[in-house]
């Protein structure tokens, strides 16, 4: 069973930086994908970034170049998100979520079956 928790949000300023992290447990190494998703009230989840476990490849979307890094740890226990750069549209609920990666594109929400519980991220600008 796949397990995946996300911690620390928070409320920064902008131009400020903080760093998520998302533990898993229980996904296929040589297989799987996580990437980082955000959602704001009203609007579906947008992909932010994904990292393929077993080859460390990453791609962003367009609107996090060059700002945010996705990577993970070498004990294959944790994702992380540093998001440098920070704007007051970059505040939403951030989700990881896990998939193989074959299974549809890495930005449709729609194709991950395991999530988080989400963690806060607030851009005061």
């Known amino acids: 069973q796949v397990q995946l928790v996300e911690s620390g949000g928070g409320s920064v300023q902008a131009g400020g930086s903080l760093r998520l992290s998302c533990e898993y447990r229980?996904?296929?190494?040589?297989?799987?994908?996580i990437s980082w998703f955000r959602q704001t009230p009203g609007k579906e989840r947008e992909g932010v970034a994904v990292?393929?476990?077993?080859?460390?490849?990453?791609t962003y979307a367009d609107s996090v170049k060059g700002r945010f890094t996705i990577s993970q740890d070498s004990g294959k226990t944790t994702v992380y998100l540093q998001m440098n750069s920070l704007k007051a549209e970059d505040t939403a609920m951030y989700y990881c979520?896990?998939?193989?990666?074959?299974?549809?594109?890495?930005?449709?929400?729609?194709?991950?079956?395991?999530w988080g519980q989400g963690t806060q991220v607030t851009v005061a600008s």
């Open positions: 979520a896990a998939k193989p990666w074959y299974r549809g594109g890495w930005y449709r929400a729609n194709d991950y079956y395991n």
């Open positions: 229980g996904v296929t190494y040589s297989t799987d994908c």
């Open positions: 990292i393929y476990l077993a080859s460390g490849a990453t």
